[in-house]
């Protein structure tokens, strides 16, 4: 069964950072694209950024776009997501979550989420 | 960007019911538009990709349609499991981009 785990949530003031992780298994990593995808709280989806299946290419959000940095470890199956000069408007559930294929751009699996809250 | 807009925004019906959600595009995404399911406290559950695929495991009474700007979500007769809020998304042009929800909620 495909798995996927997130980490490295927490609490963080505003302009801190925080690396969030993705453990995935149960799926060939390499042969599928990753994003990470946000709800804050009482919203709707929002796609945050996303990795090709060998890392050459990225894409972000707006919202998101020169402060996060989306990486992956072919090596230890695992998704990133690094996250710099941190907004209130960054608080949310940050999910994990796997491409149908390495380029396909849809989400079939997910994991849990991890919670990030942005406040003094 | 590509604005998705899902309309109603909440749709009450009973198990049983015939459900017809409706997600509009800002610009034409051709057939490139998934649904997802999202119940509280669970993640999304992909349901519909290319606009008329289902994905697997998903159960006949879940069917997609349309092309361009306008693709419906029906579920043909609710089960009590199917309520939730639904989300179109489409993967014509970066940013990829997620409607703003319908809720289908009990009678």
């Known amino acids: 069964d495909v798995q996927l785990l997130e980490s490295g949530g927490g609490l963080v003031q505003p302009g801190g950072s925080l690396r969030l992780s993705c453990a995935a298994s149960?799926?060939?990593?390499?042969?599928?694209?990753m994003n990470w995808v946000r709800q804050a709280p009482g919203k709707g989806l929002e796609w945050v950024s996303g990795i090709n299946n060998f890392g050459g290419s990225t894409y972000y959000a707006d919202s998101v776009k020169g402060r996060f940095t989306i990486a992956r470890d072919n090596s230890k199956n695992t998704l990133y997501l690094l996250m710099n000069n941190l907004r209130p408007e960054d608080t949310a559930l940050y999910f994990c979550a796997k491409d149908l294929s390495f380029n396909f751009n849809y989400f079939d699996s997910w994991g849990q989420g991890t919670l990030v809250t942005v406040s003094s | 960007e590509i604005v998705l807009t899902q309309s109603p925004a909440t749709l009450s019906l009973s198990p049983g019911d015939r459900a017809t959600l409706s997600c509009r595009a800002s610009q034409s995404v051709s057939s490139y538009l998934a649904w997802y399911q999202h119940k509280p406290g669970q993640p999304p559950r992909l349901l519909i990709y290319d606009a008329s695929n289902r994905a697997t495991g998903i159960p006949a009474r879940f069917s997609g349609s349309g092309s361009g700007t306008d693709f419906t979500l029906t579920i043909s007769s609710l089960d009590p499991e199917d309520f939730a809020v639904y989300y179109c998304q489409q993967r014509s042009n970066w940013p990829l981009t997620f409607g703003g929800g319908t809720k289908v909620a009990i009678k």
């Open positions: 149960g799926f060939t990593f390499t042969n599928h694209a």
